[in-house]
T-cell receptor, first 113, second 116 residues
Framework: KAGVTQTPRYLIKTRGQQVTLSCSPISGHRSVSWYQQTPGQGLQFLFEYFSETQRNKGNFPGRFSGRQFSNSRSEMNVSTLELGDSALYLC????????????FGPGTRLTVL | AQSVTQLGSHVSVSEGALVLLRCNYSSSVPPYLFWYVQYPNQGLQLLLKYTSAATLVKGINGFEAEFKKSETSFHLTKPSAHMSDAAEYFCAVIPSGGGSNYKLTFGKGTLLTVNP
């Protein structure tokens, strides 16, 4: 079974721009979660989607948003980029969310200049 | 809120030596506990998961972890370190109560260095 895939793997943007990251979960998985990883703050939960609905949300500003499609693929969007948004963004999928094991993709490395 | 503390941001061992990475959680009710490993420029890979079925959990690559409720700990061990074990290790929890709290909370991570 193919793992979680994320595109693109690397992105360079400038302040004020917006960016969209994509995540394709493991086939059959309906829950997709997003995390931000930075050297200073570590791994932080952004949000979780299940059956096209946001079910859980972390403590991030409204510039961070996401959505999930009927095929369970998910996108996250960051608007008005700031330097502090530079991070590795990780997507994880699980069968039904909850306490199910989450399987992570390789991440998208976003650099904001 | 749930929190996870990993003691030691950096652990260095010799090849063949015991690996011990420490993790403590804060919860009156035992949560679900996970250990993940991250190699450079990669995502996180699950090593093992505790779900209350057994206190000693065996994972991949020879790792295991023991859940100790009295110590609120879930330390990761491996009897003999290999050079390929060099990576960053993360302990994570999901509260067993569920509801809107079904999200992974991670520790700060422990970087494991293995010396030849």
């Amino acid at each position: 079974k193919a793992g979680v895939t994320q595109t693109p793997r690397y992105l360079i943007k400038t302040r004020g721009q917006q960016v969209t990251l994509s995540c394709s979960p493991i086939s059959g998985h309906r829950s997709v979660s997003w995390y931000q990883q930075t050297p200073g703050q570590g791994l932080q939960f952004l949000f979780e989607y299940f059956s096209e609905t946001q079910r859980n949300k972390g403590n991030f500003p409204g510039r961070f948003s996401g959505r999930q499609f009927s095929n369970s693929r998910s996108e996250m969007n960051v608007s008005t980029l700031e330097l502090g948004d530079s991070a590795l963004y990780l997507c994880a999928s699980s069968a039904a969310g909850g306490a199910d094991t989450q399987y992570f993709g390789p991440g998208t490395r976003l650099t904001v200049l | 809120a749930q929190s996870v503390t990993q003691l030691g941001s950096h652990v260095s061992v010799s090849e063949g030596a015991l690996v011990l990475l420490r993790c403590n959680y804060s919860s009156s009710v035992p949560p679900y506990l996970f250990w993940y490993v991250q190699y450079p420029n990669q995502g996180l890979q699950l090593l093992l998961k505790y779900t209350s079925a057994a206190t000693l959990v065996k994972g991949i690559n020879g790792f295991e972890a023991e859940f100790k409720k009295s110590e609120t700990s879930f330390h990761l061990t491996k009897p003999s370190a290999h050079m390929s074990d060099a990576a960053e290790y993360f302990c994570a929890v999901i509260p067993s109560g569920g509801g809107s709290n079904y999200k992974l909370t991670f520790g700060k991570g422990t970087l494991l260095t293995v010396n030849p």
